[in-house]
């Protein structure tokens, strides 16, 4: 097994892959057995793999560091001809879903590899290959932009990552001043993040109309592959968090106003205090949160053992923030290799032992899943993928004294409270852009004004003002990666959250038995829908308002009688 860093690059010859599909769709076609279609099936799915294995390598070391020049110039060659390739790809698809032999290939691998091709043949016309590619660049542009970010502050210059200790300083006036001087950051190139953004938006309008669509919003779904729900499925469920949420999570912060002496609503800066005595800290360096990550994933099960073992032995983590590097973090696949990928940035906060244990638990589903065939039923869809790891979170929780020593009450408290809180959030994302791409001709203040309004419903314990400039202004929706480069993705981590929170209250009772139903949950990988992969596993569906109002109550009830004496 090759370490990372030694994985060989070479440059995709994408008109080489051209014809392969285009011979692959003939010989399905004239495929006069079923051993014959399946060898055929089986072939696309290895060279797929493998040539989806070169371009994820070039992306994560572009994202690894921007500014280099030769990754640089790959992923600008994969945004112009991935693009170009999907005609191929949708011929093969076409094929696939068309060919005699279908019930018997469904049989073997599983119907929703036809029902998810389907849903891709309706997101793709030679028609919109220009504006597909348009669209890959400004995504880049907007990744490149962000992690160019050079911030002065008390002395020294940061990303936007490393910006993240002194904007939860328990110094009251250094916190407000990161605040500040973040906000000024994203300011000083509002003009190039309101025309990044209305020219996507604009885009993706014209590619849903072009594929016979009123708006974008059918496309993005479909490019999400929605298989089991529906827009309205989601509307029902963003009421139900106004219902049971908000005023959960409002009390949530009317507590951590009186731990902290300041008046109700606060700003970005105060809210995001969460003790007077600081926000719990990871203990140690990254190599100790790493080493405990071992140590926990070696004593909850052998097979967690064995994945974080092979993660660690072949430098398949990326997790330091650098100067250059790409915000946020992600998990991803080097088929390949059949192995997981985990990048990250750690910035000294409680977010570096949530990334060992989120995108840990991304990592850990594709591996258990490493073997199944095609490589596309490795994952469910997205809202599937992230109950892993937002569960994943909550099976550290016996093993967080390791992580975070003197904060691990501190932590408990904030964890369960954040998870809470998150869902508001991530709803009104989710809204903020049904609303953008219903009206896509609004102009950059409209937008502004409509996340200001959405602030009011579902985060009203957020004050607003000229105090922090770009959050108060309500312009703060722009540093969510996810609004410019994947429209509609945030509401899977709501529809998640509200699983996870199943888990976590099966931890508080049973943990073996919590984890059983995980990994009954996982071992499905992504051979069934959402709703399906939920039932299998004996958990309730968040579309089920009673399952919402349910974990609602056994977290509150949690929180209102969690002891918090002597934490300031």
């Given at each position: 097994?090759?370490?990372?860093?030694?994985?060989?690059?070479?440059?995709?010859?994408?008109?080489?892959a051209?014809?392969?599909?285009?011979?692959?769709?003939?010989?399905?076609?004239?495929?006069?057995?079923f051993?014959?279609?399946d060898?055929?099936?089986?072939?696309?799915?290895?060279?797929?793999?493998?040539?989806?294995?070169?371009?994820?390598?070039?992306?994560?070391?572009?994202?690894?560091?921007?500014?280099?020049?030769?990754?640089?110039a790959?992923?600008?060659?994969?945004?112009?001809?991935?693009?170009?390739l999907?005609?191929?790809?949708d011929?093969?698809?076409?094929?696939?879903v068309?060919?005699?032999?279908?019930?018997?290939?469904?049989?073997?691998?599983?119907?929703?590899?036809?029902?998810?091709?389907?849903?891709?043949?309706?997101?793709?016309?030679?028609?919109?290959v220009?504006?597909?590619?348009?669209?890959?660049?400004?995504?880049?542009?907007?990744?490149?932009?962000?992690?160019?970010?050079?911030?002065?502050?008390?002395g020294?210059?940061?990303?936007?990552?490393q910006?993240t200790?002194?904007?939860?300083?328990?110094?009251?006036?250094?916190?407000l001043?990161?605040?500040?001087?973040?906000?000024?950051?994203?300011?000083?190139h509002?003009?190039k993040?309101?025309?990044?953004y209305?020219?996507?938006?604009?885009?993706?309008?014209?590619m849903g109309?072009?594929?016979?669509?009123?708006?974008y919003?059918?496309?993005?779904?479909d490019?999400?592959q929605?298989?089991?729900?529906?827009k309205?499925?989601?509307?029902?469920?963003?009421k139900?968090?106004?219902?049971?949420?908000?005023?959960?999570?409002?009390?949530?912060?009317?507590?951590?106003?009186?731990r902290?002496?300041?008046?109700?609503?606060m700003?970005?800066?105060?809210?995001?205090?969460e003790?007077?005595?600081?926000?719990?800290?990871?203990?140690?360096?990254?190599?100790d949160?790493?080493a405990?990550?071992?140590r926990?994933?070696?004593?909850?099960?052998?097979?967690?053992?064995?994945?974080?073992?092979?993660?660690l032995?072949n430098?398949?983590?990326?997790?330091?923030?650098t100067?250059?590097?790409?915000?946020?973090?992600?998990c991803?696949?080097?088929?390949?290799?059949?192995?997981?990928?985990?990048f990250?940035?750690?910035?000294?906060?409680?977010?570096?032992?949530?990334?060992?244990?989120?995108?840990?638990?991304h990592?850990f589903?594709?591996?258990?899943n490493?073997?199944?065939?095609?490589?596309?039923?490795?994952?469910?869809?997205?809202e599937?993928?992230?109950?892993?790891s937002?569960?994943?979170?909550?099976?550290a929780?016996?093993?967080?004294?390791?992580?975070?020593?003197?904060?691990?009450?501190k932590?408990?408290?904030?964890?369960?409270?954040?998870?809470?809180?998150?869902?508001?959030y991530?709803?009104?994302?989710?809204?903020?852009?049904?609303?953008?791409?219903e009206?896509?001709?609004?102009?950059?203040?409209?937008?502004h004004?409509?996340?200001?309004?959405?602030?009011?419903?579902?985060?009203?314990?957020?004050?607003?003002?000229?105090?922090?400039?770009?959050?108060?202004?309500g312009?703060?929706?722009?540093?969510?990666?996810?609004?410019?480069?994947?429209?509609?993705?945030?509401?899977?981590?709501?529809?998640?959250?509200?699983?996870?929170?199943?888990?976590?209250?099966?931890?508080?009772?049973?943990?073996?038995?919590?984890w059983a139903?995980?990994?009954?949950?996982?071992?499905q990988?992504?051979?069934?829908v959402?709703t399906?992969?939920?039932?299998n596993?004996?958990?309730?569906?968040?579309?089920?308002?009673s399952?919402?109002?349910?974990?609602?109550?056994?977290?509150?009830?949690?929180?209102?009688s969690?002891?918090?004496?002597g934490?300031?």
């Amino acid at each position: 097994m090759l370490k990372f860093p030694e994985m060989p690059y070479e440059r995709p010859d994408v008109e080489a892959a051209k014809q392969f599909l285009a011979d692959a769709a003939a010989r399905l076609d004239a495929a006069e057995s079923f051993e014959a279609a399946d060898a055929v099936f089986v072939g696309v799915d290895k060279y797929t793999t493998d040539l989806n294995t070169m371009f994820t390598i070039a992306h994560i070391r572009h994202d690894i560091n921007t500014a280099d020049e030769f990754y640089d110039a790959e992923v600008e060659y994969a945004d112009t001809a991935l693009p170009e390739l999907q005609e191929y790809v949708d011929r093969w698809n076409r094929s696939l879903v068309s060919t005699r032999w279908r019930p018997q290939l469904a049989e073997k691998y599983s119907p929703i590899v036809f029902l998810n091709k389907e849903i891709d043949m309706r997101t793709f016309s030679p028609e919109i290959v220009p504006e597909l590619q348009k669209e890959n660049a400004l995504c880049t542009e907007y990744s490149k932009l962000l992690a160019s970010a050079q911030i002065e502050f008390d002395g020294g210059v940061y990303t936007l990552s490393q910006m993240t200790p002194f904007k939860q300083s328990s110094d009251d006036a250094k916190r407000l001043a990161a605040w500040k001087a973040e906000g000024a950051w994203y300011m000083s190139h509002a003009d190039k993040l309101d025309s990044i953004y209305d020219e996507l938006v604009h885009l993706r309008d014209t590619m849903g109309k072009k594929l016979g669509n009123s708006d974008y919003i059918p496309l993005g779904y479909d490019r999400m592959q929605r298989n089991c729900y529906t827009k309205e499925d989601v509307e029902a469920f963003r009421k139900a968090v106004v219902k049971h949420i908000v005023p959960l999570a409002d009390a949530v912060y009317r507590r951590q106003a009186e731990r902290l002496g300041k008046a109700y609503p606060m700003n970005y800066a105060d809210n995001a205090l969460e003790f007077r005595s600081g926000n719990p800290k990871p203990c140690g360096t990254p190599d100790d949160i790493l080493a405990q990550g071992k140590r926990f994933y070696e004593a909850l099960s052998p097979e967690t053992g064995e994945f974080f073992n092979t993660m660690l032995d072949n430098e398949l983590l990326d997790v330091l923030s650098t100067p250059g590097k790409r915000a946020g973090g992600y998990c991803t696949s080097l088929g390949e290799y059949r192995v997981p990928f985990i990048f990250a940035n750690f910035n000294g906060t409680q977010h570096d032992v949530e990334v060992v244990t989120h995108e840990a638990g991304h990592a850990f589903a594709a591996y258990l899943n490493r073997d199944r065939v095609p490589t596309e039923t490795i994952w469910p869809s997205l809202e599937g993928c992230e109950v892993h790891s937002m569960s994943m979170e909550f099976f550290a929780w016996p093993w967080a004294e390791g992580f975070f020593g003197s904060d691990t009450r501190k932590f408990r408290y904030s964890h369960l409270a954040g998870a809470l809180t998150f869902i508001p959030y991530g709803t009104m994302v989710d809204h903020f852009q049904h609303i953008v791409y219903e009206k896509p001709e609004m102009t950059p203040a409209e937008r502004h004004a409509v996340w200001k309004e959405l602030l009011g419903v579902y985060m009203p314990w957020m004050k607003l003002g000229s105090e922090i400039p770009f959050y108060g202004d309500g312009e703060g929706w722009q540093r969510q990666l996810h609004i410019y480069v994947n429209p509609f993705y945030y509401i899977d981590y709501c529809l998640a959250q509200t699983v996870a929170l199943q888990f976590w209250a099966r931890i508080q009772k049973d943990l073996p038995d919590a984890w059983a139903h995980y990994m009954a949950y996982t071992r499905q990988g992504g051979s069934r829908v959402f709703t399906e992969l939920l039932k299998n596993a004996e958990l309730d569906s968040p579309f089920e308002e009673s399952c919402l109002r349910g974990v609602c109550e056994e977290a509150k009830a949690w929180l209102d009688s969690y002891d918090l004496t002597g934490i300031a």
